[in-house]
């Protein structure tokens, strides 16, 4: 017999977006239960050596490590929370039931309300030999290095430049690898340019305007071809140039991990501002099925801040549909959204806002793009 | 130019360097962080409240050169790792250093320029790495005057490789 557990609120995915959710809504007395796949909490923070950016008030400056630790430590100490690690989520049914694989066993859940704080998958580029060993995605290459202090080569060519791109060639410049190159094919740097200008003065050429060809290399990379693009990121024949490496990272983008969402018959839209399908919501997060609510990278990604925020207001408002009212509600939401708005208010985040103009309102709605699978 | 290649340009550095008689006077907070993004934990760090509060988090900070004493708290605050300290008078360059392992006081070591070419040797005249920097050290280099506004980060190891 499969168990079946029931709940006030049940969080999936515990990164900073599913924590901060959780916590939110426990210390409005809601019994809640997090669900993550990996061994414990955390998420991305767990991997995330260096300081943070963002503002102060949500932790900026420090590391995101430290951040998650903390948070950590603050679900620990809440009765009202009950982690369990190791759990993937499966599947969600139309008895309004989801399925989590735990430690091995199958068991069901059922909660009144569901916040899906899943984060985001990496994205894959395409250029001859890419299935050599040796190109790695970022996330894996932080994983291996900052999670188990395994190297992934000697000399790195660093595809993307954005901040995932910059802050990793960081991370391993201060693991003593050599970054050959940072190779981004847009006209300009997309990341911080203080996270640029921090490897550019350790002598890390950022070739803008450039991409890669192919892998080199019989069993393994041996190097990279790159090659120049013009205005419309079309191949510039000629321009080819030879970089020796034994490691190719790509840090080229992420993509919302939506699938549950889909499953749950969420409308969506594909955004590209925001990385990919994400889910038609509110102001609160809630998505167009009533008991589910969406935060942080799932629905769009974004920054560590921002999905603390996000899964703030979530966790607050699933609660207070539950019916754990508190009088601070309205005052306390209202200063959350005011917060996201202002870490969204300037060119940085015109993106983001592009993006979410896409997601809300009845006209989007009718743009879901799985309706036909009904 | 700075958005292709991380360098900033002369021009983007005279918008955050004050003028001559400013150096003169004594160290002075360089804060090289030239697009406007949303982080503000250098307005924090800084006891003098040199550093103008930011009414829009996305605000690019904006030093008081007249209340910045180059008392150097900002400088490990920065996750950007963008704020130096420049003592004129006495030679002297501060700045953020996150590799193993920390240089020693009185090791000469490799001053790097902003597109990180060794362009001189400096000397190591302070580390500070105390716990509230968390990891953050930061050191203090003697130079030649014509590489203070050149010199942004250094080489730790054998001065001939
Ligand atoms: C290299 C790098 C540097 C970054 N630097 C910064 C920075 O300086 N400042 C900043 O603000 N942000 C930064 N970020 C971004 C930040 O890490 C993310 O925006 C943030 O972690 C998103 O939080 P999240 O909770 O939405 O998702 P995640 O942190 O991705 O967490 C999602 C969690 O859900 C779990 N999960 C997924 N599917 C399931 C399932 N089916 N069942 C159970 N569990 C599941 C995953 O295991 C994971 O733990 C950086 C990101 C990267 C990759
Ligand atoms: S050097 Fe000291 S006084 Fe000057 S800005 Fe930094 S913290 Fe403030
Ligand atoms: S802390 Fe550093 S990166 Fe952040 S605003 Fe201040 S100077 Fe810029």
Sequence with gaps: ?374 | MLKRTGIPTSDDLQSVTPDKERLLEGPVAIIECFNEIPCDPCFYSCPFKAIKKFDDINDKPELDYSKCTGCGNCIASCPGLAIFVVDYPKNRLSLPYEFLPLPSVGDKVWGLNRAGKSICQVEVIKVKDPDKNDKTAVITIRLSKKYLMEVRHIKVGDLDE
């Design chain 1, 1 to 374: 017999m499969i168990l079946l557990i029931n709940t006030d609120l049940l969080v999936i995915g515990g990164g900073p977006a599913g924590m901060t959710a959780a916590l939110k809504a426990a210390k409005r007395k809601a019994e809640v239960i997090i669900v993550e796949r990996y061994h414990e909490l955390g998420g991305q923070l767990t991997k995330q050596t260096h300081r943070f950016f963002g503002s102060k008030s949500e932790q900026a400056g420090t590391r995101g490590i430290d951040i998650a630790r903390g948070l950590t430590k603050e679900i620990q100490n809440m009765s009202e929370i009950k982690v369990l690690t190791e759990a993937t989520a499966q599947g969600y049914y139309e008895d309004k039931i989801v399925t989590v694989s735990y430690q091995n066993k199958f068991r069901k859940i059922r909660a009144k309300r569901i916040i899906i704080a899943t984060g985001a998958s990496e994205k894959m580029m395409l250029f001859e030999n890419n299935d050599l060993p040796g190109v790695y995605g970022a996330g894996a290459i932080q994983t291996l290095m900052n999670l188990y202090g395994i190297l992934p080569g000697k000399k790195v060519i660093m595809v993307g430049a954005g901040n995932i791109g910059l802050i990793v060639s960081y991370q391993l410049l201060q693991a003593g690898v050599e970054v050959k190159a940072v190779i981004e094919a847009d006209s300009e740097i997309g990341g911080y340019l203080v996270h640029a200008s921090k490897i550019r003065r350790t002598g890390v050429p950022i070739y803008t305007g450039h991409s890669v060809k192919s892998a080199i290399g019989e069993s393994s990379v041996k190097g990279a071809e790159i090659i120049k693009l013009d205005e419309n990121w079309q191949m510039i024949t000629g321009t080819e140039r030879f970089i020796k490496a034994d490691t190719i990272c790509l840090a080229v983008g992420l993509r919302p991990l939506v699938s549950l969402l889909i499953q749950a018959d969420c409308a969506m839209v594909y955004v590209p501002e925001l990385g990919g399908d994400v889910p038609i919501r509110d102001e609160n997060l809630k998505t167009t099925n009533d008991q589910i609510f969406v935060a942080g990278d799932a629905a769009g990604i974004e920054e560590a801040t921002a999905a603390m925020l996000e899964g703030e207001i979530a966790g607050l408002k699933a609660a207070s549909e539950i019916g754990y009212l508190s009088e601070d509600v309205v005052e306390e939401t209202r200063r959350l959204k005011r917060e996201l708005k202002k870490l969204r208010g300037g060119p940085i985040g015109r993106k983001i806002r592009r993006g979410l103009s896409k997601v809300r309102g009845d006209d989007n709605v009718k743009k879901n793009r799985y309706s036909h699978l009904r």
